[in-house]
């Protein structure tokens, strides 16, 4: 994975189509490479979860072009590969392991490298569902979310200030009602990406998420129902 970060690397610091299409054929090398990893982290994942039996890295992974209509920020290209894994695909809107390779250079998403379990864009009423099965479930997202790899922590960014409407100051696990959605994230640093087995070693450490995801899917199909 050198490569591909050291390629992300210059991208980051000549983010614009002249250098891009001169560097294509580099682009097209570290593509090929992420989206081999990407393939060999499902089998890995398939061993332990069989909602992701079948998926390939099309259905995963990204493009690399950025939507810059509504952003300040007009750089074209993303300087990180990333793969959604999930049931149906990036696009089902379920949860699922999220991973990607950037420029490593920062400490917040998207220069970070990163692994993350969960989503960060719900429908309300998944979002209502989870907060009253958090409240009245006797700590059973507690413990899950405790459960995880040490390296996963849950995202707060964004939390409420207070508990949201319906549930009172008081309520049990209020620090889990007032997140805005559930994401657990890890940010392994560079060495992480080096040496072998690497796609068994991103694989083992979703694993221990397997519970907390399956935690989060239930709702999503309960809300669908």
């Not at 209509?69 to 074209?76: E, G, I, V, W």
């Not at 420029?103 to 864009?121: E, I, N, Q, V």
Request: charged share 30%; hydrophobic share 35%.
């Amino acid at each position: 994975m050198k490569d591909i970060i050291a390629f992300l690397r210059r991208l980051q610091a000549n983010n614009n189509r002249e250098w891009f299409n001169a560097h294509k054929d580099e682009f097209l090398k570290s593509q090929a490479r992420f989206h081999q990893l990407v393939e060999e982290v499902i089998k890995e994942i398939a061993a332990y979860d069989p909602d992701v039996v079948g998926l390939t890295a099309k259905d995963c992974t990204y493009r690399i072009y950025r939507d810059v209509r509504f952003s300040a920020d007009k750089s074209p290209y993303k300087c990180h590969f990333g793969a959604f894994i999930a049931k149906g695909g990036k696009k089902a809107g379920n949860a699922g392991y999220y991973f990607h390779i950037s420029t490593g250079g920062g400490d917040c998403y998207p220069y970070c490298h990163m692994l993350a379990a969960g989503d960060y864009c719900y429908e309300p009423e998944v979002m209502k569902i989870l907060r009253e099965d958090i409240c009245y479930g006797e700590g059973d997202f507690d413990r899950i979310v405790k459960q995880a790899d040490a390296d996963f922590k849950l995202d707060t960014e964004g939390a409420l200030k207070r508990n949201p409407k319906g549930f009172p100051a008081d309520a049990p696990y209020s620090e889990y009602l007032r997140l805005k959605f559930y994401c657990l994230t890890a940010m392994p640093d560079d060495s992480f990406w080096e040496g072998k087995d690497l796609a068994k070693r991103i694989a083992n450490k979703f694993a221990s998420t397997k519970p907390f995801l399956d935690y989060i899917n239930r709702a999503i199909d309960f809300a669908r129902e």
